[in-house]
C-alpha cells in the first residue's frame, strides 16, 4: 500500500518537532500539523517565557541585597516591556523551529489534525485527507480548570503570559510547580500574592526539607498561603474578583490563576476511529517504544501521561524516529530525570528521596544548609540546603536535592556522575572549587544521620 507520507506528526512541541526534523534528516518523507504556534508549549507558553519572566522577578532579589554591596539603587519595573521582549524573542524560536523541520526536507501544515483511521488524518480547515506509514500524536497537554461557577473569570498560565497589565493582587489555585513558580514571579514583580492549596503543603513528591525551605523563601518574597483550602466560587466585583473559599470566608482578588493540573490534548483527535486505547484521564498509554496498541500508531510527550518534561518529550521524539527510520530502536530511560523548579529560591532534585532510598536498604543521608554567600552582607535569611542520599559506607548516590541559587544548574551536572552510578567516594576524589556552593557536595565527611534495617539512626 502507498502512503502520502513515511512519517505524519501532530503537534508542533517539543516531542512533535525532534521527532519530524530527525525522521526528516534520515530520508523518510515527513509531514507535521500544527494548529497554533510552532514550538509547542514549552516555547510558546510554557518553560521559555516562564524563566524569562523568572529572570524579570529575580531582579527585586539583586536589588534587595544591593545596599549592603554599596549600592544605591533606584529601580523601575515595566510590565509592557518585559512582555513585548518576550513576544520577540518567542516569535525568533518559533521561526527556529519551523526552520528546523522545513530546513531537513518536512512539510509543515498549519492546521487541525484529527484521526480518521490507523494511517490517515484530516485537515480541519483545509479539508485534504493525507495518509501515512506511521503516525506521531505529540498533541501535548492542556491546563485544567476546576468545574466551579464563575471558573470564566480566573485566568492560567497561557494568559498569565500576556496580561495587559499587572494585577494589584493575584490569588493562584494550587500547590504545584507552576503555581510556586508564578507566585515567584507575581510577588518578585511587586504583585501581592496568595496560594490556596487543598493540601497541607506546596510541592507534593519532593523531599520534605525542600518543600519548607521554599515555602519559608516565598514568605519572605511576600507570598501568603492558604493551605487545606479550595475554591468554591468566583464572582465579578467591580474591577476584582470575588472569591468564596470552602472555609466560608470571602475575598476580593485582582486576579485568580488557576494551577490545577494539567490534562492530556486528546479530545476530537479522532482516536477512536484508528482504535487508539486511552487511559481513564485521557493519556494514551503506550510501551517502552512510544508505541501505542495500534502498530501504526505512536505517541509522545506530555499526552503520553508520563513525566511532563520537554527534555523527556524531545527524547521520546528522537528514539520514535531513530527507531522507525534509522534501524537503530531506542528507548527512554526513565529511572534518572531530574526536575527543577524555577521558584525563588530555586529547586531541583533528581534520583530517590530519602524515604524512597530507605526501602531499598541501608542508606547514608548528608545534609548541609547555609545563607549563600550572596546574601551574607544583608539581612536576606533564605538559606541553601542540599541533601545527597547515598548507599551506606560511601556507596552508590541515589538521590541529590538542592533548595538555593542555581539548583537546577547543579543538579544536571550531578545527573552526569549520578547516571555513571557514582559512589560517594567518587564525588570525594573532586578537589573542592572554592568559594562556590557546590563545593559542599564533595566536602561531606560524615553522614547527617544513616538508615540501618529500615530504621533511622
Ligand atoms: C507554564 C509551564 C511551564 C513549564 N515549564 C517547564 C520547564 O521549566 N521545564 C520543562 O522541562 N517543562 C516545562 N513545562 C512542560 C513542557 O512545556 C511540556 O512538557 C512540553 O511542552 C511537552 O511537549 P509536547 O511535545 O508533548 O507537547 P506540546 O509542547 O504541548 O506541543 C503540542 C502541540 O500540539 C499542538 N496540537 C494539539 N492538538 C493538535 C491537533 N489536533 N492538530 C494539530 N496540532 C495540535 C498544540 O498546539 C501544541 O503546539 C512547562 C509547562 C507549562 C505549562
Excluded at 464563575?150 to 489555585?173: R, V
Excluded at 529560591?345 to 532510598?357: D, K
Excluded at 547543579?410 to 573532586?430: H, P
Aim: hydrophobic share 45%; net charge negative.
Amino acid at each position: 500500500m502507498s502512503f502520502d507520507y513515511d512519517f505524519l506528526v501532530i503537534g508542533g512541541g517539543s516531542g512533535g518537532v525532534r521527532a519530524a526534523r530527525m525522521a526528516a534528516t534520515y530520508g523518510a518523507r515527513t509531514a507535521l500539523v500544527e494548529e497554533y504556534r510552532m514550538g509547542g508549549t514549552c516555547v510558546i507558553r510554557g518553560c521559555v517565557p516562564k524563566k524569562l519572566f523568572v529572570y524579570a522577578s529575580r531582579f527585586t532579589d539583586l536589588f534587595e541585597v544591593a545596599p549592603s554591596f554599596g549600592w544605591t539603587v533606584n529601580a523601575e519595573f515595566d510590565w509592557p516591556t518585559l512582555v513585548a521582549n518576550k513576544d520577540r524573542e518567542i516569535a525568533r524560536l518559533e521561526s527556529a523551529y519551523a526552520a528546523g523541520v522545513e530546513g531537513k526536507g518536512g512539510t509543515i501544515f498549519r492546521d487541525r489534525a484529527v484521526l480518521t483511521g490507523p494511517n490517515s488524518v484530516r485537515l480541519l480547515k483545509d479539508g485534504r485527507e493525507l495518509t501515512a506509514k506511521y503516525i506521531l500524536v505529540a498533541t501535548g497537554g492542556q491546563a485544567h480548570v476546576p468545574d466551579i461557577p464563575g471558573k470564566e473569570l480566573g485566568i492560567t498560565s497561557n494568559e498569565a503570559f500576556d496580561l495587559k497589565a499587572l494585577p494589584h493582587s493575584i490569588l493562584i489555585y494550587g500547590g504545584g510547580y507552576i503555581a510556586v513558580e508564578f507566585a515567584t514571579v507575581f510577588a518578585g514583580l511587586g504583585v501581592a500574592t496568595t496560594i490556596v492549596y487543598r493540601g497541607d503543603k506546596i510541592l507534593r513528591g519532593f523531599e520534605e526539607e525542600l518543600r519548607e525551605g521554599l515555602e519559608a523563601g516565598l514568605v519572605e518574597r511576600g507570598v501568603k498561603f492558604i493551605y487545606e483550602t479550595t475554591i468554591r466560587a468566583l464572582e465579578k466585583q467591580g474591577d476584582d474578583i470575588s472569591v468564596s473559599f470552602s472555609d466560608e470566608v470571602v475575598a476580593p482578588y485582582g486576579a485568580v490563576m488557576f494551577a490545577t493540573g494539567r490534562r492530556a490534548n486528546t479530545a476530537g483527535l479522532g482516536l477512536e476511529a484508528a482504535g487508539v486505547a486511552l487511559n481513564p484521564d485521557g493519556s494514551i498509554p503506550v510501551d517502552k517504544m512510544s508505541r501505542t496498541n495500534v502498530d501504526s500508531v505512536y505517541a509522545v510527550g506530555d499526552v503520553t501521561g508520563r513525566a511532563q518534561l520537554t527534555p523527556l518529550a524531545i527524547r521520546e521524539g528522537w528514539y520514535v524516529a531513530e527507531t522507525l527510520f534509522n534501524d537503530n530502536p531506542q528507548w527512554v530511560d526513565l529511572s534518572l530525570v531530574g526536575t527543577a523548579v524555577f521558584a525563588e529560591p530555586e529547586v531541583a532534585a533528581i534520583g530517590l528521596t530519602e524515604a524512597e532510598a530507605a526501602t531499598h536498604g541501608d542508606i547514608d543521608v548528608y545534609v548541609t544548609r547555609f545563607r549563600p554567600m550572596i546574601n551574607t552582607l544583608s539581612s536576606k535569611t533564605t538559606r541553601t540546603m542540599m541533601k545527597l542520599v547515598t548507599a551506606a559506607n560511601g556507596g552508590k548516590v541515589l538521590g541529590l536535592h538542592i533548595l538555593g541559587p542555581d539548583a537546577a544548574e547543579l543538579v544536571q551536572m550531578a545527573a552526569i556522575a549520578m547516571g555513571m552510578a557514582a559512589t560517594k567516594a567518587d564525588f570525594d576524589r573532586a578537589i573542592a572549587m572554592h568559594p562556590t556552593a557546590a563545593e559542599e557536595l564533595v566536602t561531606f565527611k560524615s553522614p547527617s544521620w544513616t538508615w540501618r534495617d529500615g530504621k533511622k539512626v
